[in-house]
T-cell receptor, first 114, second 109 residues
Framework: DAMVIQNPRYQVTQFGKPVTLSCSQT?????MYWYQQKSSQAPKLLFH???????NEADTPDNFQSRRPNTSFCFLDIRSPGLGDAAMYLC?????????????FGPGTRLTVL | GQNIDQPTEMTATEGAIVQINCTYQ??????LFWYQQHAGEAPTFLSY??LDGLEEKGRFSSFLSRSKGYSYLLLKELQMKDSASYLC??????????WGAGTKLIIKP
């Protein structure tokens, strides 16, 4: 089945220790998104790739970086995690970027910062 | 600024009907999505509306009024598995999804 896969599902890191979250997709979608979601809050878009074109949200901290080496894979790097970065990180894909393009979500990675 | 408003929490009884409202103020409008999110899981797609009116899909229906900046999700014949958060999201003029904080629906036997 075509899907969005995130690894790991649970990640524990120490304050200030870099961490990388990964996402892969078998849908062959052009667009890949990274969201941060804290408990009982809306998902917050961090950035998205339209093919190789990187789009950073204005309020995404510099601490968060992303890489998309090919169509299938996208990585979220948190260079120096703080306690406030503990959250669920959701990867999503869509076929294209205009009107009706349902976003397909991976299962998420829950990040704990000690 | 852009804003999506939904009730924080609702409670309903198994077998009943519940309506979850969403009002929005966004820069442009290119459609509205409803997603379901169970605790600790990713959102899953429920519906998409871009024209005014009611879209029915099994036990779930979604309504849109663009002139009023308003949508609702109607859930019929509620089941315990419908306990989840329901997220309203609007596609703005830049084709970005603007998300509401979600409505936590609690179903009681």
């Amino acid at each position: 089945d075509a899907m969005v896969i995130q690894n790991p599902r649970y990640q524990v890191t120490q304050f200030g220790k870099p961490v990388t979250l990964s996402c892969s997709q078998t849908l062959n979608h052009n667009v890949m998104y990274w969201y941060q979601q804290k408990s009982s809050q809306a998902p917050k878009l961090l950035f998205h790739y339209y093919d190789k074109d990187f789009n950073n949200e204005a309020d995404t901290p510099d601490n968060f970086q992303s890489r998309r080496p090919n169509t299938s894979f996208c990585f979220l790097d948190i260079r120096s995690p703080g306690l406030g970065d503990a959250a669920m990180y959701l990867c999503a894909t869509s076929r294209d970027r205009d009107s009706y393009n349902e976003q397909f979500f991976g299962p998420g990675t829950r990040l704990t910062v000690l | 600024g852009q804003n999506i408003d939904q009730p924080t929490e609702m409670t309903a009884t198994e077998g009943a009907i519940v309506q979850i409202n969403c009002t929005y103020q966004t820069s442009g409008f290119n459609g509205l999505f409803w997603y379901q999110q169970h605790a600790g899981e990713a959102p899953t797609f429920l519906s998409y509306n871009v024209l005014d009116g009611l879209e029915e899909k099994g036990r779930f229906s979604s309504f849109l009024s663009r002139s009023k900046g308003y949508s609702y999700l109607l859930l019929k014949e509620l089941q315990m598995k419908d306990s989840a958060s329901y997220l309203c999201a609007v596609v703005d003029s830049n084709y970005q999804l603007i998300w509401g904080a979600g409505t936590k629906l609690i179903i009681k036997p």
